[in-house]
């Protein structure tokens, strides 16, 4: 599933297609896998009501269902953290970064210390068999460590790190557009295993210049190693769920 950004309604209906979840908006999918890429927050009108629901189904898959950690979620802890203080993008704040790129008052006026909790707690990348699972389409992850290194760099710049520090984390997960290289994709891959990488972060409609209705399914990219799931939900996608066993 590619970035929500604040419109559960849209991953709700998505998932009930899907058979994933019920009409009462109960985890059905069973034995199934579920990767949410990251991005929940933002740009749409209920970042928090999809963190709720997504904890909830993670909850009631016993870990079926993960989601990654995305550069939206780590701007609206730097918001919380680090407010009124300048960032590095052009004398802004990091309330001023968040905003710039789609926050939602009612999203940082309603997160609490769990949600807080939870959020640093979220991977940047993720394995299912022979699949890399990434937020963004960057080789920045490398800077991380090793992959055993990654969540725990992450999840310790967000809980305790220095602004500076945050705003270089940001300058990482806000990275985009650099997997049409072969070179980048072999050194990831040998980096953190599998032979495919999938990613949400940059919207297909973007890439390919088309309107946003128009993306019906992923773009497989680079030989087919690489797919990107971002259906643009924000500017009116209508969405897809990617059964990757198919």
């Known amino acids: 599933m590619g970035d929500v950004h604040g419109h559960r309604d849209v991953l709700v209906r998505l998932l009930r297609d899907a058979g994933l979840v019920d009409e009462r908006e109960r985890w059905r999918g069973a034995d199934a896998r579920l990767w949410l890429v990251g991005d929940l927050f933002d740009r749409g009108p209920d970042g928090i009501g999809s963190l709720e629901l997504v904890r909830t189904l993670e909850r009631d898959s016993s870990g079926n269902v993960a989601c990654l950690l995305g550069n939206h979620e780590a701007m609206l802890v730097a918001a919380r953290r680090f407010g009124r203080e300048e960032s590095s993008f052009g004398g802004y704040t990091f309330h001023d970064v968040w905003k710039l790129n789609g926050g939602v008052d009612a999203d940082l006026a309603a997160l609490t210390d769990e949600h807080v909790d939870w959020i640093t707690g979220l991977p940047p990348i993720g394995r299912d068999g022979e699949w890399l699972v990434l937020h963004a389409d960057t080789n920045a992850y490398a800077g991380f460590g090793?992959?055993?290194?990654?969540?725990?760099?992450?999840?310790?710049?967000?809980?305790?790190?220095?602004?500076?520090?945050?705003?270089?984390?940001?300058?990482?997960l806000s990275d985009r557009q650099r997997l049409d290289d072969p070179g980048t994709v072999?050194?990831?891959?040998?980096?953190?295993?599998?032979?495919?990488?999938?990613?949400?972060?940059?919207?297909?409609?973007?890439?390919?210049?088309?309107?946003?209705?128009a993306v019906t399914k992923p773009l497989v990219y680079e030989h087919g190693r690489v797919m990107n799931v971002d259906h643009c939900l924000f500017a009116g996608g209508s969405g897809f769920v990617v059964r990757l066993d198919e």
Do not use: K, N
């Open 186 to 213: 072999d050194a990831l891959l040998a980096a953190f295993g599998g032979t495919r990488i999938l990613h949400g972060h940059t919207p297909i409609a973007s890439v390919l210049d088309v309107d946003p209705r």
């Open 146 to 172: 090793r992959p055993a290194e990654v969540a725990t760099s992450t999840r310790e710049t967000l809980r305790a790190g220095d602004a500076g520090g945050v705003d270089d984390l940001l300058g990482m």
